[in-house]
């Protein structure tokens, strides 16, 4: 996914002989000049083509203007020289910063009328490579009687520099540095005492191998590579709160206990979301590239932090897998680096067109009762369909039931304040994401006007976003929220709302210790009800269970009568979410993260019961196998003679796993602009 970038390197300062003591030095008196008045703009490293060209070469043959840059023996129609003697404005160069001075002018004249001679000496494309990119050789072994290639090494250099070898250590002192080496980890008196009592020639290689194959090696070896991915358990900044990544370190130390090649190692680190059918493994891997800090405090830009987000990552990549300082180059080509300014956002790009994600995942124990409740579900369904010869005729019936006309809603684009806290963004699809600072407690109004005449209900969806804890559709730890109380104002006026419908209700529940704040009130969540009753201790919450919780609902709330719109009047939807803890500073928010809200004026306006994937593929002009197997896993549910294959379906359910979370990269379906950045 990542390209090796071609690099060219700055020119050195080779010795250039000159017959007449006081003629014109390209070396000392125009190269310089160049260098420091003209490759600052003129980036020496930037290619003109789709191959680079030389930089004597590009002096030649002159830049945009298409004039010849350096004509020899003519220095009065070398464009070079024209530029830095004219006094238009809009034409000198440097056209800012320090101009050549009246000698480095007559040099350069001097220079080009007697040939501009620019030795291939002191060419950028045929100089020495720095010895940091010239592959390495297979040294010849010194023949010095050592039994280990490495040993000869060290004696040859020793005898060189008139030492010798120390005196080889004793068992103890061997066994106790081969340990502090390989699992950072003493030994046992006992291990010393075998060890010393083991005289057969391979007893130290029984040693090693014994600690290659012990799960502190990774520990140990493991801590190295963590400290260049910048791995912590909480997000930095004044916010600091803790994070929950332990899953990408787990990786990497059985990373280095199953010996994973390097070039794969560095591939699903990169990339491990985009390879063929990733597994979880694969996808934790890219957490290397989410171990930057994370910036909630109140008054940021939560986009301002992301880029520092990716500057951060860019420098791990380069340091890390490039070994090359790469910042320099974010904010200009510097004469040193061997990246440009415009390579390094190239580079950039890749990153960019990436989700920030947080997704579930699960220990190897629990993904294998995961799989047994999934693969008991298929069961109990493929048995549903066996007994029932007819099952895809009714089914077919069923979904035709539903193609019914569905309720006009309107969206409500609101008008978004942003000098609060939370930062709310609307997207292109209406629904609005909270980010950055994240409130425990808040009441937000969303206004906007409507082109309805009259309104009935409002509609709430709480939709997926990568970004949110398990892809939402909250900003909870575990994805999900608490809404306390909504309200609706048309024209300034309060609206009174009667009823409601929700596709998922909790059943209720008193709050999770994280939410606590300190109040010693009885707060529950629960069925969508409690989401307008005017009390501050209940909340609406679709906490239906694990693995099923975490996916778009939505909920409709129906006015006492319809509304009417006054012209050019604006429509106000309240959410107060106060079912958060006592502080934000320790993921004890139980906020909204994703959601968007909408408007109709139907007479009976109610939630739709079909989930969004479903609905999706019944819309289906033709349906594959695996649609046909998602629709029946919603009609069986309808259906009430199977009341006892759903029930223990149902109880299947309840056993599954909580999990975790890890922050990832996913690939966005619509990519990021990249642009090149200039400071």
Known sequence: MLRTVLVLLLLPTLAVADGDPNAVSFEKDVLPVL???????????????????????????????????????????????RRVTTKEEAEVMPPKGERMTDKEVANLKAWIDAGANWPDALSNETQKQHWAFVAPQRPVVPANGAKHPIDAFVRDRLAKEGLKPSAIADKQTLIRRVYLDLIGLLPTPDEVDAFVKDADDSAFTKVVEKLLASKHYGERWGRLWLDAARYADSDGYEKDKPRFVYFYRDWVVNAFNRDLPYDQFLKEQLAGDLLPKPTQDQIVATGFLRNSMINEEGGIDPE????????????????????LTIQCAQCHTHKFDPITHTEYYQLFAFLNTSHEASVAVYTADE?????????????????????????????????????????????????????????????????????????????????????????????????????????????????????????????????????????????????????????????????????????????????????????PRQAVFVFEAPVDVPADSKVTVKLTQNHGGWNSDDNQTNNLGRFRISLTDAKEAKAEMIPRHVRSILEKPNRTATDDDTLFSTYRTTVTEWKSENDRIESLWKDHPTGDTQLTLTEMDKPRSTHLLKR
């Open 304 to 323: 301002q932090f992301r880029m520092e987000a990716m500057f951060d990552r860019m420098d791990a990549v380069g340091k890390g897998m490039l070994g």
């Open 367 to 551: 993904l294998k009762q995961r799989a047994e409740i999934l693969e008991k579900t298929k069961q109990i369904e493929a048995d549903i369909k066996h007994k029932n010869a007819n099952w895809r005729e009714r089914m077919d019936a069923w979904v035709k039931a539903q193609n019914t006309p569905q309720i006009d809603w309107k969206i409500h684009r609101a008008e978004l304040d942003t000098s609060g806290g939370q930062k709310h963004t609307l997207l292109e699809d209406g629904s609005i994401l909270a980010a950055g600072y994240a409130p425990t407690k808040m009441t937000e109004p969303f206004t906007a006007k409507t082109t309805l005449k009259k309104v009935s209900a409002v509609r709430l969806e709480v939709l997926n976003d990568p970004s949110l804890p398990r892809g939402g559709p909250g900003r909870a730890v575990n994805g999900l929220f608490g809404l306390t109380e909504i309200k609706v104002e048309v024209a300034g006026k309060p609206v009174k709302i009667v009823s409601a419908t929700a596709d998922a209700n909790a059943l209720e529940r008193p709050l999770d210790k994280i939410f606590d704040d300190r109040s010693s009130k009885k707060r529950v969540t629960g069925a969508v009800e409690f989401a307008f009753d005017g009390k501050d201790d209940t909340a609406w919450s679709i906490d239906v269970g694990p693995g099923r919780s975490n996916v």
């Open 35 to 81: 260098q420091k008045k003209c490759f600052v703009c003129h980036d020496a490293k930037k290619a003109t083509s789709s191959l680079r060209l030389d930089v004597r070469e590009r002096a030649f043959k002159g830049g945009e203007s298409g004039a010849k840059g350096i004509v020899a023996k003519k220095s009065t129609e070398s464009e070079l020289y």
